[in-house]
Structure formats: structure tokens, C-alpha cells
């Protein structure tokens, strides 16, 4: 009977090397827990400077991939809180299944799995404890670890969190659009698991948790049917769409927005996680509508007239997503589109009819925009394909 296949996406903690502490290391266990801990949010460079602690982590390291290669399924459960959930999804419905790793094999063929890690030492390596293991069980295993994201500080984790709901929306929208999609939140640290279940209600199908004792019990929690009111946020469109982009503003120009899509950050006022999340929700819906009054932009009537001729809404998107991008460094910058051009694929057209000079920049791969420097505005002239677009602007 066919299913969908499913994506797997599961949050690592660091639970594997430190349950081994207890069968490894038999004196001094608190004394190694707490140097362990202490050592949680370390980089592979900040571990490798503590000789003892570095050599423990290996040495737990080795312990854990032993348990693994043993194909003891009740060891291996019991050791790894992400494979118990795995596991767990699997054949929950026949306690028979439990302990044969041949029917996850069976079962996972189809599907894709991501193990979520932070930037630490300790964390990737169980992330590769486990890929090692879901290797050939699996269809398709990977890491993913987004950039930054770490509990050291608060900073690194907003950061890292930030650049997690990008990809979660990338692959929940665009890569994985048909497949049934699973967060397995058994393991990994309370901090990540806590966003990953927000994050969760708006791209999980189901999100798996697995009630810890002698008798593993699933949890499932389907998606709530949780929808965006856009009409609250529809005069806060640009804003967002900006500040999406990476913009910054004093806190008066961001006063009007709702309070918990924003975050005060080394003295601007910044999207804050939970802005990004409830952004990716509605972006596409404001970004293929009428073109947006963007900060030192403007729009010539050729613009505007390719700008209708768009059939392709994903291309309208994709528009206004670079524009917003363009904008904010022209603000920043103060109209300087030198400043514009470190950041987006901007050039000079050779042999411009208009001898005041005419530039472009890329959308994309395909498509270009014509626009010229007017005092501090930039006014957009034509979009199209680079063959379009040439064929407007130079001789």
C-alpha cells in the first residue's frame, strides 16, 4: 500500500556521549557530568584546549559508537534519545518490531532524515554518531547545523534561530512539499526543542515526542490549524519585508508593529524569531501583490508595465525579495549603490542609450532590473531576461 514518504527532521543533543559517562567512567561521574556541561557550548577549537576533557569526549565517543555497532536494539534506544524516537515512529503500533532494526530498514526506505545539531564540538559529534548509524537504514540522512546557533548566548542562539526557520521553510515549502513532514523532538537541548515545537506547528505534520521509562510511550502532536491574520499586518509589509532583509530601525520607526515580531538588538529594533516565523507564513502572499513602496525606490511606467506581464508568481516573489534587499542598503548606505553592490550582483550597462548612465542588477539567475541613480533614489526602469533587458537599455 503506498504512503507518502516522510521527512524526519531531529533534534541532537549531546545525551549519547554523556550517558556513557555512567559506564565508562565509574569514579567521579558527577565531577566528569559537570565538566561535560560546562563544556556544552564549547567549538571544536575551544574543546581541544582542555587536554583531560577533549580525550573524555573521544574516549566517550568511541564508547558510544560501540553500543551502536552492536545492533542491540534495546542498547541502542536506550542509549541515544534521537534513535529512540526514530525507533519509536517506526513501529510503535507492534511491540514485536521494536527491538528489529530490519523493519526500520523496511519501513524508512522511502524517507529523509535531518539531524539538527548546534555550532559545539560535542553536538556534532553525536549528530555523527547518529548519521553513522542511519546510514543504509535510511533512504537519505544528513546534518544540519545553522550557523551560530549555540546556547553560549543569547545573541548566537536568536541568530542561529533565525537562519533555522530559513531552512525549515525552504525545505517544508519548496524541497519537501509532498512529503509528510515528522519533528522528532526526543532528543537535543530544552532550548532548541522548545522553538522547534513553535517552529513545528507551522511546518510539522506531526511532532513526536517519546515518554522516557521502562515503557516508551509515542507522543504525537498534529499541526494546529493556525492561521495568520494578514490583515493585521498589511501596513506593516514594507517594514517586515526589510527588516526580513536584515534591516535595522530605531525603535519609533518600528513603534506600530505588533511587539513580539520585533527585538532590540546592540541598540536597533530587528525581527525577532517569532517575526521571521509569522513572516515566512504570509511574505508570499504581500510579495505577489501590487509592487511595494520600498525606501529610496522608485518605479518608471516600463517597470511597472513588465511588472503586470509577470505570469509567474514565484518570479514576482522573488522580485520584491531582492528590491527589499536592495533598498535596505541603499538606506543604509545612504543612497550609495556602491554599498548595493557588495551585496547583490550590481553592474554598469556598457553602451546605455540614456547617457546618463544606466545600471542592473541580478534577480535571480535569469532575470535582470535596469535602474538609474536619481539623487539618493533608485529608479527602476525594466525587468525581464538579460537578453530583455539589454536589448531596452544599450545600443
Not at 507518502?4 to 557530568?33: A, C, M, R
Not at 533555522?164 to 509528510?180: E, F, G, P, T
Request: proline content about 2%; charged content about 30%; some cysteine.
Amino acid at each position: 500500500m503506498y504512503r507518502k514518504p516522510k521527512l524526519v527532521i531531529s533534534t541532537v543533543g549531546t545525551s549519547l556521549l554523556t550517558n556513557q559517562v555512567y559506564k565508562f567512567l565509574e569514579d567521579d561521574i558527577e565531577h566528569w557530568l559537570t565538566r561535560l556541561e560546562d563544556a556544552a557550548n564549547y567549538t571544536d577549537d575551544e574543546i581541544k584546549r582542555y587536554e583531560d576533557i577533549w580525550q573524555t569526549v573521544q574516549d566517550l565517543e568511541e564508547v558510544a559508537r560501540n553500543i551502536l555497532n552492536s545492533n542491540n536494539i534495546r542498547d541502542v534506544r536506550k542509549a541515544s534519545a534521537e534513535l529512540n524516537g526514530i525507533y519509536e515512529l517506526y513501529t510503535n503500533k507492534n511491540e514485536e518490531d521494536k527491538l528489529d532494526h530490519h523493519y526500520l530498514i523496511t519501513e524508512a526506505k522511502l524517507d529523509h532524515h535531518y539531524l539538527i545539531t548546534t555550532e559545539t564540538a560535542q553536538g556534532k559529534i553525536t549528530a555523527n554518531l547518529v548519521k553513522e548509524y542511519l546510514t543504509n537504514k535510511v533512504e537519505y540522512v544528513d546534518i544540519y547545523t545553522p550557523d551560530q546557533l549555540s546556547t553560549a548566548s543569547t545573541k548566537n542562539f536568536q541568530q542561529g534561530i533565525d537562519n533555522l526557520i530559513d531552512w525549515v521553510h525552504r525545505k517544508a515549502k519548496n524541497d519537501y512539499y509532498n512529503y509528510d513532514i515528522y519533528f522528532n523532538l526526543v532528543g537535543g537541548f530544552k532550548a532548541l526543542q522548545g522553538c522547534m515545537n513553535t517552529i513545528g506547528m507551522f511546518y510539522a505534520d506531526k511532532i513526536i515526542y517519546v515518554f522516557e521509562g521502562k515503557y516508551s510511550k509515542l507522543i504525537t502532536i498534529p499541526r494546529l490549524p493556525i492561521n495568520v491574520d494578514t490583515n493585521k499586518l498589511k501596513d506593516h509589509a514594507v517594514t517586515l519585508a526589510l527588516l526580513d532583509a536584515g534591516a535595522g530601525f530605531s525603535p519609533d520607526k518600528t513603534a506600530t508593529v505588533p511587539e513580539a515580531l520585533v527585538a532590540e538588538k546592540d541598540g536597533t529594533m530587528n525581527i525577532s524569531n517569532w517575526g521571521k516565523l509569522i513572516w515566512k507564513q504570509c511574505e508570499h502572499d504581500f510579495l505577489i501583490q501590487e509592487l511595494l513602496d520600498f525606501p529610496r525606490i522608485d518605479y518608471q511606467s516600463s517597470f511597472r508595465g513588465d511588472y503586470k506581464k509577470i505570469t509567474d508568481l514565484n518570479d514576482r516573489f522573488l522580485l520584491q525579495k531582492t528590491i527589499a534587499k536592495v533598498s535596505r542598503w541603499l538606506e543604509e548606505s545612504n543612497g550609495d549603490t556602491r554599498a548595493v553592490a557588495k551585496q547583490v550582483e550590481y553592474y554598469p550597462y556598457k553602451g546605455a542609450k540614456d547617457k546618463q548612465g544606466v545600471d542592473h542588477f541580478y534577480v535571480g539567475k535569469q532575470f535582470r532590473v535596469s535602474c538609474q541613480k536619481r539623487g539618493d533614489i533608485l529608479m527602476l526602469r525594466h525587468y525581464g531576461t538579460h537578453k530583455y533587458v539589454e536589448g531596452k537599455e544599450t545600443t
